[in-house]
């Protein structure tokens, strides 16, 4: 839900660019924000979890890597929004719900 209403042209995305990008350069702000990050990815994967347990998402995934790619691609659609307004988030965000969730239809096939 939050990607799928994520703005990329937004205060918090230009501010989320411009850490990450400064991060590369700045030790202290390295460290900082490796810290948020990773508290991030955790986020994303107790969620990510949850729904596996709920029978929501596919369980075949492992959750610590599917929040790291979930967290990466997120950044990534910063930067990429960023360069070109046009990008539809939304349907990224339809994608990749795709992508995760369980297909009941098919398990009864």
Request: proline share 5%; no cysteine; charged share 25%.
């Amino acid at each position: 839900d939050w990607l799928s209403a994520f703005t990329p042209t937004s205060p918090m995305a230009v501010l989320s660019a411009e850490i990450l990008a400064r991060a590369t350069r700045d030790p202290a702000i390295r460290a900082w924000t490796a810290q948020w990050l990773a508290e991030a990815r955790g986020d994303i994967a107790r969620s990510i979890a949850a729904g596996q347990q709920e029978g929501r998402l596919r369980a075949d995934l492992p959750a610590d890597g599917v929040a790291v790619l979930t967290a990466a691609l997120i950044d990534g659609l910063i930067f990429h929004g960023l360069v070109d307004p046009r990008l539809d988030i939304a349907g990224v965000a339809r994608t990749l719900d795709i992508m995760l969730t369980v297909d009941h239809e098919k398990e009864r096939n």
